[in-house]
């Protein structure tokens, strides 16, 4: 008799085929029992407090492969995992894998569902909990198609083997996509039987054969433009982490002039021979720079100043994960492929070197009596080391990220068009987790507002379940500083109440044989010499550093623009 | 010159209108200027730390009209509103609006989204924050389809006039069909000018004019059955709270033997003449019974016992809100216009009295050492009063709660289709905060599960933000216990961290000038005590009550239900 494997098992194991070690997510009665073949599977189950922090999570883990030293040291995660229930469970979470999709990013979506019976009744007579009651069972698989790139839903499967061999496809689709998938399971079928050589056989991630000339000549046509070129400029943006594009842009920047989008600050390293820095709007440079590449191009309002930083269609080559648009024609050949043909082109032919614009010295520390936002960034930089993960929450981090200097091979995890609110304490949840399961080096540290900690407070307990290592500093300014520059400086609605954030770490059950340091800095003495003690820097355990600024303060350089989106707000009647 | 107003305050006046008084959500750049308007419209915004609270705290503000104490004291909210940004605030919300629907609680959901021209380009080349990036903007829209009975999209209207007619027709539908509605606005529309003169004209809510002969010869009938009955029964479902049924079951109560579904317990006074308590599964009566009516249906598995408690077809007659099912045939008429009808005809000729099996009497206070479930919930009888609302999270209360005698017109909130866990603590915050808002009568009183407090803590740091008065029994076993009878009664997925509950508020920044009583209680004679103290009567302030229990201790007459549901888990395969 053929040797076999449960359903539940063969879910696991390919996602340890996958480098996923773990799993996030809530139990619930339509799942508990895959949750007995996840530690025989070899991989962890991550009892998160809610779905939603799940959700953040299992994206961060599938994100810690992306920075640069999982290439250097091994690799990373090719997904995240997220194993949710039916209804309540999925839908909490959906805001997260919605999140994962805009921003591509590989998250394997699990789903427990009643039994293969009930999908076949579908009854609202007989309604089972977690739906709608009116029989409608797949709506929220309707609402999941709409935000993933690829399903397998089993109750649709007479055969086992059929709808496994269909998991197998949806895995590699999330992987060669690199977006969110969703995988719905009935409680019955968890025990099924699979032939086990159907496990046996890889999955195949490697991409189609390519045909070669196309990126050849393609490559070419790029060399040549940035040759004859005024003012050649290479942009970073978004999605060249997911599209692992960071070696190609590395080495570009050594060559031609480059600069970065917020959402791919680390991606270069900023001793780069070219590296002008983070655009925060159109430049002198840009403005004259004749022919520009866009590597991972993500472009969103956020991301671009409102799309003032983008180049006009004939001017631009943008490198995405299938495909390469040049002069507004695209062609479906891989960005990476292409802009690695493009390297040898360039590397056997440098272009003219263009003059640069003189970079801006990093700020020196100060000990002002109050921590200004201006201050506070460039302060930050000192205490960065090589291999950090940095996460920038939306607010005033995202825009007070951009005077941080990154060491080399940091990697910046920013969103710049999700842009959800609370994202990031969970995904530093799931970052610090992946580097810890893969043995990845490097601290995860995240900056957070007060306003976005709130929204997921809960991840702190996850984070402390796990005894993982994070480093918090907590933008502690009493709301939503960069709302308040868009509308209702004083307003109440933008504010939020003022927590103890020192003392949450204890509330949430933190235990005496992990290391909490939790302190509070008001002025720029109490932070300067929190820097200068060992203990800040050592990235072990969990650090909250509670900063305390004013409500109105963003750095000087983000003025203009957020009064500009607060005028373009006001007159848009 | 024609009078106007602008649309944000239109909106923010009909709900007024609907005695909606408060808009819960998370403010957003789409719609902050829509914020400046909730004062003057003469409502209050509830801004809420996280939007999934937000979505329940609308949904428990609504559930809040359906006491009967509201119908003694006044009116209660028709609606509840929840105000939420496109995209990541939306799909934060959903899973709350989904229970809505499912529960049949009528919410609004507003939506400020990006301008009318973002809509129009929907590009996927300049993509705007919140989207996806590709230019499917519909996405979300697409999905609060399958979960709300109408929707307004104010961007597919030209003229501003016909949108807020459009609005208005979904509002009525909301109230008539007690279900959610979404209504989406561009942040360009919301100071758009609206003529006056519409706001004028009073929301339709009555319901059609209804022909009267029908719903007569349907009660006649019905009448007819229960005289000639042998074991007439009635059972009150979870349903006729929003279908605003609980005057005619409880006149119905004093005629002929009536019993509860789960989610219908506190609906029937318990003094009623035929009262025989809440149904865990059939009884003798039941199986005796050959005709059974069932006010407000849900009839879902969890409710109903796997539906082992759900006579057959023929001898039922089921009372929705827009339909009466006698012998399996729909007659489209309104269930409580017919139950009206059939209560004058059984007054004028009341059914043969019926032997009622003898009442279970309530337990005394037991001090013995540890708090059992068994003792626990009976003994919260001795705590409850006339017109409290109790809110039973899922888990141990939810089971627990059949035990507990409830007081003349306590409502009781239970959910058992939608089951989400994390539903009632920020259900509490929105049904308080109606109270104070309506001056409606009776404490709010949750017993929460200390794995759904986890789910959504932050509601906490809303009910002290906004100084409410709610008592929380917090049953502290650590973990999911519920689950732990299913599957994995030591597995570690099933455990929750150990919090320190009585210590939360103060961390979610409790001021000085509001009551917070935090007590941990592990044994009977700490909760007698507690319970002999004048301060935990009052409702006044935040109290939170730590209940330390077992792990694994379940109410005895829940034990065999579990564990058949935990063995129907594990031989589905």
Redesign the interface.
């Known amino acids: 008799m053929a040797k076999t494997v449960p359903v539940a098992k063969y879910l696991f194991q390919r996602l340890r085929e996958l480098n996923c070690h773990s799993v996030h997510g ?4 339509f799942f ?2 895959a ?2 073949h996840i530690r025989p599977a070899g991989l962890n ?1 991550i ?1 998160n ?2 779905e ?1 922090c799940a959700g953040y999570a299992a994206d961060g883990y599938a994100r810690a492969g992306h920075s640069i030293a999982a290439r250097q040291f091994g690799s990373g995660p090719k997904v995240g995992a997220l194993f949710t229930t039916y ?2 469970g999925e ?2 979470a ?2 997260a894998v ?2 994962s ?3 591509s990013i590989p998250v394997v979506h699990l789903v427990g569902t009643p ?1 293969q019976k009930t999908w076949q009744a579908s009854s609202a ?9 009116d029989g ?1 069972m797949d ?1 929220y698989t ?2 999941a198609e ?2 993933t790139c690829a399903q397998t839903k089993f109750h649709k499967y007479r055969r086992v083997e059929d709808a496994v061999q269909a998991y197998d496809e949806t895995l590699q689709e999330c992987v060669s996509r690199s977006k969110p998938v969703y995988v719905s399971i009935p ?6 039987p699979v032939p086990l050589e159907l496990l046996a056989k890889p999955l195949q991630l490697t991409a189609k054969g390519e045909t070669g000339s196309v990126e050849d000549d393609l490559a070419r046509n790029i060399a040549e433009r940035i040759r004859t070129a005024r003012a050649p400029l290479l942009i970073v943006d978004g999605l060249s982490y997911p599209y692992d594009l960071l070696a190609e842009v590395n080495a570009l920047a050594d060559m031609i002039p480059t600069a970065c989008f917020g959402s791919a600050m680390g991606a270069v390293d900023s001793g780069a021979k070219h590296w002008l820095g983070t655009l925060s709007g159109p430049t002198e440079y840009f403005d004259s720079a004749d022919v520009v590449l866009i590597a991972g191009p ?5 991301n671009t100043a409102a ?1 003032t930083a ?1 180049p006009p269609t004939e001017d631009r080559v943008l490198f995405n994960l299938a495909s390469v648009e040049m002069a507004g024609i695209v062609h479906q050949v891989p960005g990476k492929t292409v802009l690695q043909r493009l390297l040898r082109e360039l590397s056997s032919n440098l272009p003219t070197a263009v003059p640069l614009p003189a970079r801006q010295p990093i700020k020196n520390l100060s000990v002002h009596t109050e921590i200004t936002q201006d201050v506070f960034w460039s302060t930050m930089s000192s205490l960065l080391k090589p291999d950090d993960t940095v996460l920038l929450a939306n607010g005033t981090p995202l825009i007070g990220g951009r005077d941080t200097e990154f060491p080399l091979r940091t990697q910046v995890v920013a969103s ?7 994202q990031m304490l969970p995904a530093a949840q799931g970052i610090s987790l992946a580097k810890r399961d893969l043995g990845l080096p490097g601290r995860t540290i995240l900056f957070e507002g007060d306003g976005s900690f ?5 991840a702190l ?1 996850d984070i ?2 796990c005894k993982l290592d994070v480093t918090i500093f907590i933008v502690n300014n009493a709301g ?1 500083t960069y ?1 308040r520059w ?3 400086m004083q ?10 954030y020192t ?2 770490a ?4 933190a235990p005496s044989d992990y290391p909490v340091l939790a302190v509070t800095v008001r002025t720029m003495t109490e932070l300067v010499n929190l820097l200068a003690q060992e203990s800040i820097h050592d990235g072990k355990g969990l650090k909250i550093v509670d900063v305390v600024m004013d409500a109105e303060d963003v750095p000087e350089k983000a003025k203009a623009g957020l009064r500009r ?1 607060g005028e373009a ?2 007159t ?2």
């Not at 007579?125 to 009651?133: I, K, N």
């Not at 409680?187 to 099924?192: G, P, Q, R, S």
């Not at 710049?416 to 609370?422: D, E, L, N, P």
């Not at 709130?454 to 809960?458: A, L």
């Open positions: 809530v139990p619930g009665d508990l029992r949750l007995d189950w009892g407090a809610n939603l209804g309540v839908l909490s959906i805001n919605a999140g999709y805009a921003e039994s007579a007989r309604p089972v909990h977690h739906t709608l009651g409608r709506v309707e609402m709409r935000i409680v019955d079928m968890l025990e099924a993500m472009l969103s309002d956020t799309w983008i710049s068009i999700w842009c959800s609110i609370g709130q929204v997921t407070c809960q307990s402390i379940r939503y709302e868009l509308n209702g307003a109440e609605y933008n504010d939020v109440p003022a927590w103890r003392e949450v204890k509330v949430f059950g989106a707000l006001r848009l009647m």
